[in-house]
């Protein structure tokens, strides 16, 4: 190899050893970060490319920082652009402006000390080609320690004056925080119990700052040594290099030329990593870019989903009673109690609440009592539905409760009531149920069953969002208020609380006169034709909770380009909602416009949904546009791909082998508690967060008055909403010979893929909806297909799970009913998941008695050999 040449080859043993410590390192960091996100900058000086590059690939880790500024200017050449670069070393003033206006990349200089350095960055970064969109984030380094040989700033006047002249006078720059390197005698005793003099120091520099400053300023400390430590004691960045890279060689021995590598270029790739654009992808003259987030990753190393729920039994409950019988006589012996002898002696409550209730795990799709789920190909050669259910690692986002001022002074150990353990975040579990319509084939509605959870967490970590369930810092609420727990539901003899027995029998029930169904007409006639369906529950305001704001808005703008450059068409003009970024798009006369700015959102867990379902949708229509079609390679070899005798892996791990042009409708649904009791217990308040994309349905049952209450909308050309939306494409509106409106032939406006439709607005955006859940309001949460919603109205829907005796049964009964009496025989699938009211199900309004003349009149008429020649 010949000097300077770029060598990338990456070791997959040595791959595979970086990827287990990163992520061993990021396993300690969440175990002592208590729900905050901490970013892991990997330092990487003195190693080479190649291991860079296999973290980026493998786990789409993003933040790499390097000390020496030539190095990091050779790395930054070759080495792909979505690495978020970090220079954590000391810099000199005239390397400052070189630095920044050479790597557009450059995310971080995290060692300013003087006002010198921060002018030159400013001016580097405004001359940066192309300019940037972003300001460059530094951080002040502050000398804690007061060693002679460190850098840094003095703490107060003179980390206060370098701070407030980078606010001021620095337009190009962004303070994002303070920075310190501790002394290492006392690094090397920190431990999470035992502080760290230099942090303590930092964090009363930052407290100060923000106080006389105002705004938000982040902690970056903590190194290989004393990183627990340092994220127990507030740090939201920690830089790590050798437990991740292992020891350094010696910097006279390393050359980035010498020790980079290189990676063959895919032969659907151009050298710059885009792919090439082909005739008949759907999105044609424009060049696709590829998605920075590559979230897919082997199966072997991603992190399966949790389709179980944690939680709380009491140990009574795992074995056998251990108390042998009071009378120590055989049962043939003994004989049943008279009354005559005195009670026994009350066993007396323990003390700890940790030999009363166990852990355990529970499989939701087993837990029958709690939650069904039932799918059938129904008459064709394929089921293309697929479902998911289980609980995923996001903040909480109910709503707050007031705390209880009288609790009880046994908390649940007396109770032994089963309550859901908290999540690795210290929030109560979120629950997350899912239904997929796959059309044209199963990939997409495959990929959607497998990855958009992972797309909702990545989103939320991404955007730093935080627990609604924690108050702000300036919360006018008593401080001794913040730890105290929420009283916890008392079971009684009969098994369930005395909370819950107090919350059904205070549903307030209707008559059936008070609920008097809409459609009066003959069962024969509503068989005949379908009644409209009922307007969709109104949704509640979105709950404000923290997040990093300006990443947000970075994420939103990036995102946008994205689709405005790989797609265009609809997408040039496109402003989601609960988004606050400023959309601009172009005129055929070249002038630039932009979309005026609407009412700033609150931040919530509405933007984060809204963002990994455009993400998830984007990294799928764009794999699929750099894919081959099935008729350009049937004449190629089988053995094709194959290198030196060595099958290598596809291009792409989302979806096949070949280009798939189909889609995938989506609904899902998320649950989450104020509290650790679980959002089935009768005296348990919980949002229910739903977002919709398609014609799958979620309905709820309403206890009172047992009417279905639907949660979503379907999204066809006939849609009101969908008319407005799309009223610059209303000529792609027609009508087919049955009679149904269909957009490009499509009969849904919104769905994942279909790569065809992108241009003219079928897109993935979610219809959100968040209804509070007071406790035993509802009775249960049914999800569907068009399978079983094309066929049933939505009250029959209900109305056959009020008559089941467990939520599994309701799922059977739903699908086994809607395939029997089906027409066009399409894919059934239905989840059921039990809510509060679960128990007086069928005693509101009608109960199920409403539409039972419907559904006898429905499966007479389905066994009727004459139906189809009508």
Excluded at 13 to 26: F, G, I, M, P
Aim: hydrophobic share 35%; charged share 25%.
């Amino acid at each position: 190899m010949s000097e300077g040449t770029v060598d990338m080859r990456i070791d997959p043993a040595r791959a595979k050893t970086l990827v287990s410590n990163l992520q061993y390192v990021s396993g300690l960091i969440s175990s002592r970060a208590q729900g905050r996100n901490v970013r892991l900058v990997a330092v990487s000086k003195l190693k080479p490319a190649a291991d860079i590059l296999a973290l980026h690939q493998e786990l789409n880790h993003e933040h790499f920082g390097e000390n020496y500024a030539q190095e990091l200017t050779e790395k930054a050449e070759v080495l792909p652009k979505s690495i978020k670069w970090h220079f954590i070393g000391g810099l000199q003033s005239n390397k400052c402006k070189p630095l920044a206006s050479t790597i557009p990349n450059l995310w971080v200089v995290s060692s300013i000390d003087s006002i010198k350095k921060a002018t030159q960055l400013d001016l580097g970064r405004a001359s940066l080609t192309p300019h940037a969109t972003t300001p460059l984030y530094v951080h002040v380094q502050v000398n804690t320690s007061g060693e002679e040989a460190k850098s840094g700033c003095q703490p107060g006047a003179e980390t206060l004056e370098l701070c407030r002249h980078i606010k001021e006078n620095c337009a190009n720059l962004q303070l994002l925080g303070l920075m310190t390197i501790g002394a290492i005698a006392r690094s090397q005793a920190t431990t999470p119990e035992n502080e760290n003099e230099d942090f303590v120091a930092l964090t009363r520099e930052r407290d100060a700052l923000v106080k006389e400053l105002g705004g938000e300023l982040e902690l970056s400390m903590g190194m290989s040594d004393d990183f627990e430590g340092a994220v127990a004691m507030g740090s939201g960045e920690v830089r790590v290099g050798s437990t991740i890279f292992g020891a350094r060689p010696a910097k006279a021995d390393f050359s980035v030329k010498k020790n980079a590598s290189y990676i063959p270029i895919l032969a659907n790739q151009s050298p710059d990593n885009t792919p090439k654009a082909k005739h008949g992808d759907g999105i044609p003259g424009r060049s696709l870019q590829i998605s920075q987030r590559h979230c897919v990753l082997p199966r072997s190393q991603r992190r399966d989903f949790h389709n179980y729920f944690v939680t709380h039994l009491p140990s009574s409950s795992l074995h056998p009673d251990s108390r042998s019988p009071h009378h120590k006589l055989p049962r043939a012996a003994s004989i049943p109690h008279t009354g005559a002898s005195p009670p026994p002696t009350a066993v007396p409550p323990l003390a700890s609440s940790s030999r009363d209730l166990t852990v355990v795990r529970i499989p939701i799709q087993s837990a029958k009592h709690h939650f069904g789920a039932k799918t059938s190909r129904g008459t064709r050669p394929y089921n293309e539905d697929r479902f998911e259910a289980g609980t995923i690692e996001i903040p909480a986002f109910a709503s707050r409760v007031p705390i209880s001022l009288t609790r009880s002074d046994t908390g649940f150990v007396q109770g032994l009531e089963a309550t859901s353990a908290d999540s690795a975040s210290g929030d109560p579990q979120v629950f997350y149920f899912g239904v997929f319509d796959g059309h044209g084939g199963s990939e997409c509605s495959e990929f959607l069953k497998h990855e958009l959870h992972n797309y909702v967490e990545d989103a939320a970590k991404q955007f730093g969002l935080q627990s609604s369930l924690k108050r702000s810092p300036d919360s006018m609420e008593d401080p001794t208020m913040l730890t105290a727990v929420p009283q916890v539901a008392v079971a009684t003899e009969g098994g369930l609380s005395k909370e819950g027995k107090k919350s059904l029998n205070a549903v307030d029930m209707k008559t059936k006169e008070e609920t008097k169904p809409s459609d009066t007409r003959s069962p024969k006639e509503q068989v005949a034709e379908r009644p409209p369906d009922v307007e969709r529950l109104k949704s509640e305001d979105p709950l404000r909770q923290r997040m990093d704001k300006p990443k947000a808005l970075e994420l939103e703008a990036s995102l946008l380009d994205q689709w405005k450059s790989s797609v265009g068409g609809y997408f040039r003009r496109f402003k989601p909602d609960y988004f606050d970024v400023k959309v601009k798009y172009q005129h055929r006369n070249h002038k630039t416009t932009s979309v005026p700015a609407s009412p700033e959102t609150p931040p919530s867990i509405e933007t984060v949904l809204m963002y990994a379902f455009l993400r998830c949708d984007l990294d799928f229509v764009i794999a699929q546009a750099s894919k081959p079609d099935k008729e350009s390679i049937s004449d190629l070899p089988l053995n094709n791909d194959e290198v030196l005798g060595r099958p290598s892996k596809p291009a792409h791990s989302i979806g096949g082998p070949t280009r798939f042009k189909g889609g995938s409708t989506a609904s899902i649904a998320m649950i989450s508690t104020p509290t650790p009791t679980p959002f089935w217990h009768p005296s348990s308040p919980s949002t229910l967060l739903v977002a919709h994309v398609g014609d799958t349905r979620i309905l709820l049952c309403d206890t009172a008055t047992g009417l279905a209450v639907p949660t979503t909308t379907n999204h066809h050309p006939s849609s009101p909403i969908e008319s407005t939306r799309l009223h610059r494409y209303a000529a792609t509106f027609v009508t087919d010979s049955f009679g149904e409106e269909r957009m490009s032939g499509l009969a849904n406006t919104r769905a994942f893929g279909d790569m065809k439709s992108k241009r003219i607005g079928v897109s993935a955006e979610p219809e959100i909806v968040r209804v509070a859940l007071a406790p035993a309001q509802y009775s249960f949460v049914v999800l569907v297909s068009d399978g079983v919603s094309g066929t049933l109205t939505d009250q029959e829907i209900v109305d056959i799970v009020k008559e089941a005796k467990t939520p599994e049964q309701g799922a059977q009964d739903v699908v086994t009913f809607a395939t029997e009496t089906t027409k066009d025989g399409d894919n059934a699938t239905c989840l059921v998941v039990r809510l509060g009211g679960w128990e007086r199900r069928g005693e509101g309004g009608s109960g199920s008695l409403g539409t039972k003349e419907v559904r006898d009149f429905r499966r007479q008429d389905a066994t009727d050999p004459r139906r189809n020649r009508r």
